[in-house]
């Protein structure tokens, strides 16, 4: 006897059976997420950012245009207030809830930390930063975490005389009578100079380079290069056609920085070496010594690829968001005399002098810049985990938005600090302008509404080390140039990098009395 489709009827008996069993798994799932969604009181997201529920393919003309424009960052504020500080966006990967609530990110990267990882960013960056602390999670994450955090522990992390001599290798570089320089470039190479040199212990000296006029840069050029590669390999797939990306190209840059790193490795280790039968009688000495962040992992693991691996790590994860913070600001302070006058005044009692740790440190004015430029311009303004559990987020379900959120294992939360730090019902109807003064009374106090260093257990382990390289600057700058002027005649623009800075670079004029 045979069936409607012609099978024989044991294999329509294992047929039902397999189908019965997955419709079984998968309605089993069903309910039991159900029921952890409403045992957390949990609302369905009421809005969605595009139409088209599977592929978002609505989203890309717009994405496109803004690309083009150089808004892709500068639009989203409005997808906010358009679509909610909690909505869905959807995608060909994978479904995502974006996210501007100060509690859900909280809740994301602190309380609820070992729910997510980070997801899609060990692809990308693997072939130039190998496996450590910005592209690892879970263990692996936690003994980089680990293995780091000491030489980030000590109170003055940044070493001020090296930043002073680099400081008087900027100055060589800069016009005293007006005319115009791109600061731009010049805070880049600074911070790969004081990246090295922090480090590897010895810089690789592209500021000195300049002024001897060599035009070989080497390991600079090749890192730019190579980062360039990791933005371009990460795009997802849809927009993936519309830039080139040569794999091949992008590892010989990786290899020519993985090369030129590998010999402070080698030579970290050796020194470990000869150090270590002196250690006991000569402690004081090695106090005196300069602390050399390769020499430190060395003393502290005996896998040299590890070593690497966590330099280059550091390196990027450090050199280009302070490089970008200092741009970013110094393009708007060129833009406001007031503020740059100020700065001067908070300065004038060093009488000319490089400000100690602890005067950088009490100046108030010059960390309210830095506080309101990563306000306005973070350097990293966008963000996102994956879940690796079913979750629940506390804000943004139901029409108020104000019910809890179910994330179901593999949904990525992606959250905007640009967005949020723009958010009028936290900062004022000022929120997009650029007001230090905001910062003075110490009232504004966000919390999780200003994020520009991370929160929770991946916070950024260089804040310090940043906002002292970056204060340097700023306070030696004041006190060396009486006039700061623009000549960027149009208004700040994002670029499209790993981090975000001007587009335009940072185009000034700079007077000396
Ligand atoms: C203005 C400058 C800086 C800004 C705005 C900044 C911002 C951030 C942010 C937002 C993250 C979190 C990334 C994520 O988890 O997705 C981060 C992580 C990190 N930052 Fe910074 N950073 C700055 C400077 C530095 C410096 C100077 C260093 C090192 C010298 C550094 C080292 C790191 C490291 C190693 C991580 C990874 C930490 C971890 O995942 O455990 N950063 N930073
Ligand atoms: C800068 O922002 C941080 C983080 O919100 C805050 O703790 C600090 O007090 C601010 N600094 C100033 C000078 O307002
Ligand atoms: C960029 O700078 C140049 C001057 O160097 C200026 O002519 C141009 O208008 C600027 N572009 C924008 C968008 O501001």
């Not at 130039?128 to 994450?141: A, K, P, R, S, V």
């Not at 005293?176 to 470039?185: A, W």
């Not at 795009?235 to 056609?241: A, G, N, S, T, V």
């Not at 070593?307 to 200092?326: I, K, P």
Request: some cysteine; overall charge neutral; hydrophobic content about 40%.
């Amino acid at each position: 006897m045979h069936n409607l489709v012609g099978l024989p009827p044991s294999l329509v008996l294992v047929l039902v059976t397999v189908l019965g069993a997955i419709a079984y798994v998968f309605l089993k799932g069903y309910f039991i997420r159900r029921q952890f969604a409403r045992a957390h009181g949990c609302q369905p997201v009421a809005r969605s950012a595009n139409k088209d529920p599977f592929f978002g393919l609505d989203m890309i003309p717009g994405t496109i245009r803004a690309l083009k424009e150089n808004r892709l960052i500068a639009r989203t504020p409005e997808f906010y207030r358009r679509y909610g500080n909690t909505h869905t966006v959807r995608g060909l990967i994978s479904q995502q809830i974006a996210t501007i609530e100060p509690e859900n990110i909280k809740t994301v990267l602190s309380l609820n930390f070992k729910d997510y990882r980070l997801g899609f960013r060990l692809p990308s960056f693997k072939p130039l930063l190998g496996e450590g602390i910005f592209d690892t999670d879970g263990e692996q994450w936690a003994s980089s975490r680990a293995l780091i955090r000491p030489s980030f522990s000590r109170d003055q992390v940044a070493d001020l005389t090296t930043l002073e001599n680099l400081i008087q290798d900027l100055f060589a570089l800069l016009p005293r009578d007006g005319r115009t320089v791109d600061l731009q470039e010049l805070f880049f190479q600074y911070t790969i100079d004081s990246a090295t040199e922090f480090l590897f212990g010895q810089s690789v000296g592209t500021l000195k380079k300049s002024q001897s006029e060599q035009s070989e840069r080497g390991f600079a050029e090749a890192f730019y290069n190579a980062q360039k590669a990791i933005l371009t390999r990460g795009i997802p797939f849809p927009l993936k056609f519309f830039f080139s990306h040569d794999e091949a190209e992008a590892e010989k840059y990786n290899q020519i920085c993985r090369t030129f790193v590998q010999q402070f490795v080698d030579e970290a280790f050796q020194a470990v070496e000869l150090k270590k039968p002196e250690t006991e009688q000569s402690d004081s000495e090695t106090k005196r010594r300069k602390r050399i962040f390769s020499h430190e992992l060395a003393a502290r693991t005996t896998d040299r690829t590890r070593v690497l691996d966590e330099l280059m790590n550091v390196l990027l994860a450090g050199r280009d968001t302070t490089a970008s913070l200092l741009s970013n600001l110094f393009f708007v302070l060129a833009k406001d005399p007031a503020i740059w006058e100020k700065l001067q005044r908070e300065v004038a009692f060093l009488e000319g002098r490089p400000p100690t740790y602890t005067e950088l440190n009490n100046m108030k004015y010059v960390q309210c810049c830095m506080n309101e430029s990563l306000r306005l311009h973070p350097v990293v303004p966008r963000n996102q985990r994956e879940a690796i559990r079913d979750t629940v987020l506390p804000v943004g379900g139901g029409t108020d938005g104000l019910s809890p959120v179910f994330v179901s294992k593999g949904t990525f939360v992606s959250y905007n600090v640009y967005a949020m730090h723009r958010r009028a019902d936290i900062y004022g109807p000022d929120a997009e302008i650029f007001r230090p003064e905001r910062w003075e009374d110490g009232k504004l106090q966000p919390r999780w509404g200003y994020l520009p260093f991370n929160g929770g257990p991946r916070i950024c382990i260089g804040q310090r080390y940043a906002l002292t390289e970056a204060g340097y600057v700023i306070v030696r700058m004041a006190q060396e140039f009486r006039v700061l002027e623009s000549r960027d005649p149009g208004p700040w623009e994002e670029s499209r990098g790993l981090t975000v800075t001007s587009r335009n670079g940072t185009k000034v004029a700079l007077t000396a009395d």
